[in-house]
Nanobody, 128 residues
Framework: QVQLDESGGGLVQAGGSLRLSCAASGRAFSSYTVGWFRQAPGKEREFVASISWSGISTYDTDSVKGRFTISRDNAENTVYLQMNSLKPEDTAAYSC?????????????????????WGQGTQVTVSS
């Protein structure tokens, strides 16, 4: 089992940058695939990016292509989401989630239902 804690959200002007962190506690974090999702008020939760235990990443290219980068530091038990050139439409609560684990190494996924563990989220607000 793994516990996730997001941080790094805040208020930023359009065009600015933020780096979100997803810190994990628990065993064998390096064996988990981690994803970032976001949910804006009145909208459904949507996939942002995912990185596998082996470092393979995928993005929702329509919304974040070329602007967001997901990475992981297994020594620090942390996954990062670097967000550049932020837009007002990026305003949302951002959550990280994990799937897989020791003995069950799985790949990236854009489907929230395939993730087993979730953090509480961190708010990102982009002003115009």
């Amino acid at each position: 089992q793994v516990q996730l804690d997001e941080s790094g959200g805040g208020l930023v002007q359009a065009g600015g940058s933020l780096r979100l962190s997803c810190a994990a506690s628990g065993r064998a974090f390096s064996s988990y695939t981690v994803g970032w999702f976001r949910q804006a008020p009145g909208k459904e939760r949507e996939f942002v990016a995912s990185i596998s235990w082996s470092g393979i990443s995928t993005y929702d290219t329509d919304s974040v292509k070329g602007r967001f980068t997901i990475s992981r530091d297994n020594a620090e038990n942390t996954v990062y989401l670097q967000m550049n050139s932020l837009k007002p439409e990026d305003t949302a609560a951002y959550s990280c989630a994990a799937r897989g684990g020791p003995g069950r190494r799985v790949g990236v996924s854009r489907f929230a239902r395939e993730y087993d563990y979730w953090g509480q989220g961190t708010q990102v607000t982009v002003s115009s």
